[in-house]
């Protein structure tokens, strides 16, 4: 079936530096979505995007889709204690929304 | 409010047992799912479906079984087939056949004791 894989599983960072997760799929996308789940929790809704080549910002958080429409990626500028969770994205093939394995960030404080 | 909701929160089984769990949602959307998450392996996809009585099986669907007789209700069904069933399971749904902006209810931690 269709997968979307996600780097890197984990990430531990000092409070101010940034972070990146990336994912990657084999076959051109419809659309990524992003999802940040706290600990304790569930995927709460983050950001979509639908263009080629297409970036979004919110806050201190940077989105990016690929050009070819398979791959994206979400960048974290100045990491805070707040921005611990794990981060998914998710990719649209058709009508099945599917996955990544998420990446955990922890902030050292 | 409008949401998604789950029920029940905990749930405990014992092997060999069929166990349903709920999911409503009064949001008016078409499209609902199942995930099953696992630690370190993400959300897999069990079950989904885009309109009332259809519903498509998703990566890991053995052992499962769903039904969509109410646009608002997507109930999940773990057969005894179902090998490991523990898990955080979750339910979603999105607005239309497109999976745009996917809510989440507040999952179900599956225990089989």
């Known amino acids: 079936g269709q997968q979307v894989m996600q780097i890197p599983q984990y990430q531990h960072v000092q409070e101010g530096e940034d972070f990146t997760t990336y994912c990657n799929s084999s076959?051109?996308?419809?659309?990524i979505q992003w999802y940040k789940q706290r600990p304790g929790g569930h995927p709460v809704f983050l950001i979509q995007l639908v263009k080629s080549g297409e970036v979004k910002k919110q806050k201190r958080l940077t989105f990016q889709f690929g050009e070819a429409k398979k791959n994206s990626s979400l960048h974290i500028t100045a990491t805070q204690t707040t921005d611990v969770g794990t981060y998914f994205c998710a990719g649209l093939y058709g009508n099945k929304l599917v996955f990544g394995a998420g990446t955990i960030l922890r902030v050292k404080s | 409010d409008g949401g998604i909701t789950q029920s029940p929160k905990y749930l405990f089984r014992k092997e060999g047992q069929n166990v349903t769990l709920s999911c409503e949602q009064n949001?008016?959307?078409?499209?609902m799912y199942w995930y099953r998450q696992d630690p370190g392996q993400g959300l897999r996809l069990i079950y989904y479906s885009q309109i009332v009585n259809d519903f498509q099986k998703g990566d890991i669907a053995e052992g499962y079984s769903v039904s969509r007789e109410k646009k608002e209700s997507f109930p999940l069904t773990v057969t005894s087939a179902q090998k490991n069933p523990t898990a955080f399971y979750l339910c979603a749904s999105s607005i239309d056949r497109m999976g745009i902006e996917a809510f989440f209810g507040q999952g179900t931690r599956l225990t089989v004791v």
């Open positions: 076959t051109t996308l419809s659309n």
């Open positions: 949001l008016n959307h078409d499209a």
